[in-house]
């Protein structure tokens, strides 16, 4: 389980960039959600 | 660049899906929180027996969801590369031969357009992904391919696919005496009607009890 933790964290780390090349959404985390 | 390119509805259905995926691992870590519990359980918390059983139905809802999680990451990926379009026709020229069952279409009702997370989806979704001769792409899909190809996953899903369709193997703490395939079952009959004491007890106790909490009934 924590296995396929790491892997979805991996996922989603480089998801920005990977959607940028896909041409999907481009998600922005906000400076409020950061700070929680 | 191709933000504009992008289906609406398909971007809506993969954040769907990742959130679906997130909630499914949750879910899983809330069961082994359910197992830690059971571990912890003393003997005046209920029969020995129960507490196994207890703690086994949790281990194996932990698992279903793993599984889950499994399979959404997998179709998740292979969404992601679908919305680029030269990428998508590979995947259906892949998966599907060029054949009109799968579409890979947001929302499909269709039980083939959602994969399995298994050693042949992980070989054509890499490379599916190695086609596309983008690092971004490749880096987004290999750790998903390279979990889904690993020893980890297809145990357990080898160990599911047993418990389920096959016979499924006695509990830790239960092996013993009991030798044979009918000693196995005559303690499984036992086990049932023990469980079965232990739930009626409980709920009698829940029924009598006026300082039960409303939120446990």
């Known amino acids: ?34 700070d929680e | 660049m ?19 995926a997130g909630e499914q691992l949750a879910l899983a870590y809330a069961a082994a929180v359910e197992v830690a519990i059971w571990q912890e359980a003393r003997e005046e918390d209920g029969p ?72 042949a989806t992980c070989r054509k979704l890499r490379k599916v992904a190695q086609v596309s001769n983008s690092q971004e792409i ?13 020893q980890t996953w297809n145990q357990l899903v080898e160990r599911r696919g047993e418990d389920c369709h096959r016979w499924r193997a006695q509990t830790h703490g239960m092996q013993g005496s009991h030798a044979g395939r009918r000693g196995i079952m005559m303690r499984r009959v036992a086990l049932w009607a023990s469980g079965l004491r232990f739930m009626r007890k409980r709920r009698d106790m829940r029924q009598r009890s006026d300082v039960w909490p409303t939120w446990q009934c």
């Open chain 2, 2 to 20: 191709a933000a504009q390119e992008a289906d609406e509805g398909f971007a809506y259905a993969l954040a769907g899906q990742m959130a679906s």
């Open chain 2, 138 to 150: 490749i880096d987004l899909v290999e750790p998903v391919v390279t979990y889904g190809l690993s």
């Open chain 1, 1 to 34: 389980m924590l296995e396929l933790a790491s892997v979805m964290e991996s996922f989603y780390t480089a998801w920005p960039a990977a959607s940028n090349v896909l041409g999907g959404p481009r998600y922005q985390v906000s400076q409020e959600t950061q």
């Open chain 2, 48 to 119: 020995e027996v129960a507490r196994e059983m207890g703690m086994r139905a949790m281990a194996e809802a932990q698992t279903l969801f793993v599984i889950g999680t499994g399979h959404a990451l997998i179709n998740v990926a292979v969404r992601s590369l679908s919305l680029r379009q030269d990428l998508k026709a590979q995947l259906i020229a892949t998966f599907f031969r060029g054949s009109s069952e799968g579409a890979l279409d947001p929302f499909s009702p269709g039980r083939s357009d959602w994969l399995s997370m298994n050693k």
